[in-house]
């Protein structure tokens, strides 16, 4: 009888594999516990969903999963959210591909001269200065960091990106919150988007700073004749129809 498959955390890198590791780790944590570095060395949640939309987020990906195609996330920071349904698809259907689509330098000039020339927003708006301190570098190595080795990297701006001909997905998130990017996120998925696939969009919850995402949404799927639905408080959900669209 061959022997049993070995459970698939076993595959990811693991901070006590040794004793000689185990000492390591806790010599480093009690310095930087002891040090003005003393945040770093303890837990601190970094996810910008709360547990119930992470959730809701897995429960999609095990939903579009059932049809043909890839995953594909635009606007993935650090690697937070890549690197958790990363860790789910492991489980589920390790063979798909993951497909992210950022500008690793924080929102693009065109789409902030949107908000403020075309949408009415304040040009000194901090929000617009956000998630600048970031890198592709950085993003790699926290791929690297949990063993995940089925991500592609596309670095640009979501409406300057090309993909090959060929390429499907079954699953899109849209985490870019301005207007511009949103919607050329939501035209570059939807046209590669499988039959039975669905695109789901962040920020889309009433009154937020990042209310394009929600305008986005709205008149993509007006123009479309499509329904949407909310999910835990802000997850914009688009869902293919299986026969046309």
Known sequence: MPAAASPAWLAYPMATDSAFATLLDRLARTALFYSPLRHFSLYRYRY????????????????????PGDFA??????????????????????DRRYLVIDTFGGFTPASVDTEVATRGKCADDRAFQKFTVNSRRVFEATMRLNGIRRVDILAGDVAAVALPPARRFCFGLVDVDLYAPSVAALDLLWSRLSPGGLLVVDDCQVDHV??????????????????FEILAGKLGVLRKP????
């Not at 996330?73 to 390790?94: K, S």
């Not at 993509?220 to 499509?226: D, G, I, S, V």
């Not at 299986?242 to 669209?245: H, I, P, Q, R, Y």
Request: glycine share 6%; with cysteine.
């Open 48 to 67: 910008a969903f709360s547990p119930t939309q992470l959730c809701a987020l897995v429960s999609l990906v095990d939903e579009a999963r059932r049809v």
């Open 242 to 245: 299986a026969v046309g669209c």
């Open 210 to 227: 990042y209310d394009g995402s929600r305008q986005a949404l709205e008149e993509f799927a007006r123009a479309r004749a499509l329904p």
């Open 73 to 94: 996330e635009v606007g993935c920071y650090r690697g937070y959210t890549t690197a958790f349904l990363n860790r789910h698809l492991d489980e589920v259907c390790p």
